[in-house]
């Protein structure tokens, strides 16, 4: 699996988008790239997944440039409930989600 | 239920003690997952079995020892731990192995203290 590089924490005023960004310079054209999230105390909640298109759903749009080499997840307007630690992950058809140290994204009110 | 559940969600055990952890998923999914996430650690994938069968083992010490005896239901059992095993175990579960299909969902974990 490609490895990712992640800023080790961020922050962001409530109700601001959160742009969270993600390096991935040695991603193969058959990796995808995940993203999950763990508040304090409770396990990883998968939030969206992408492969060459932007992707977007009810919690989060997936930005990926057009090398793949890099994203960023957005979340559009954040709350309190958004402060977690956020994973990058990039893996291909096996089953590990090997999960780095991630972004601490701190939501200030 | 719906989702991943696991019981308990605490458990404090001696070192000669035999406990076992359980997950629960009510998703219709048919792979699972057994995670360590040690303080200060990333999370450590263990053991992954798809269809009930054991597929995946990442040099886990066998003093943990999964159990699947059916697709909604995972096992961890454990015996004669070390204080290092101390951790947060977590459960998951996929629709199908390979990318299309795993979008892991994951339980609220058991923490686990040994003493």
């Known amino acids: 699996d490609a490895k990712t590089t992640q800023p080790p924490s961020m922050d962001c005023a409530e109700g601001r988008a959160a742009n969270l960004p993600c390096n991935h310079s040695?991603?193969?054209?058959?990796?995808?790239v995940y993203w999950y999230r763990q508040i304090h105390s409770q396990g990883p909640q998968y939030i969206i997944h992408?492969?060459?298109n932007n992707e977007t759903n009810e919690m989060a749009s997936l930005i990926i440039t057009e090398d793949r080499k890099s994203s960023t997840l957005i979340l559009p307007h954040a709350t309190l409930r958004d402060t977690a630690v956020y994973y990058c992950?990039?893996?291909?058809?096996?089953?590990?989600?090997?999960f780095g140290k991630g972004t601490r994204l701190h939501i200030l009110p | 239920e719906t989702g991943v559940t696991q019981t308990p969600r605490h458990l404090v055990m001696g070192m000669t003690n035999k406990k076992s952890l359980k997950c629960e998923q009510h998703l219709g999914h048919n792979a699972m997952y057994w995670y360590k996430q040690s303080a200060k650690k990333p999370l450590e994938l263990m053991f992954v079995y798809s269809l009930e069968e054991r597929v995946e083992n990442n040099s886990v010490p066998s003093r943990f020892s999964p159990e699947c005896p059916n697709s909604s239901h995972l096992f961890l059992h454990l015996h004669t731990l070390q204080p290092e095993d101390s951790a947060l175990y977590l459960c998951?579960?996929?629709?199908?192995?390979?990318?299309?299909?795993?979008?892991?969902?994951f339980g609220p974990g058991t923490r686990l203290t040994v003493l």
């Open positions: 992408g492969l060459k």
């Open positions: 992950i990039v893996r291909v058809w096996d089953d590990k989600i090997i």
């Open positions: 998951a579960s996929s629709p199908i192995r390979g990318p299309l299909g795993n979008e892991q969902f």
């Open positions: 040695t991603i193969s054209g058959n990796e995808y």
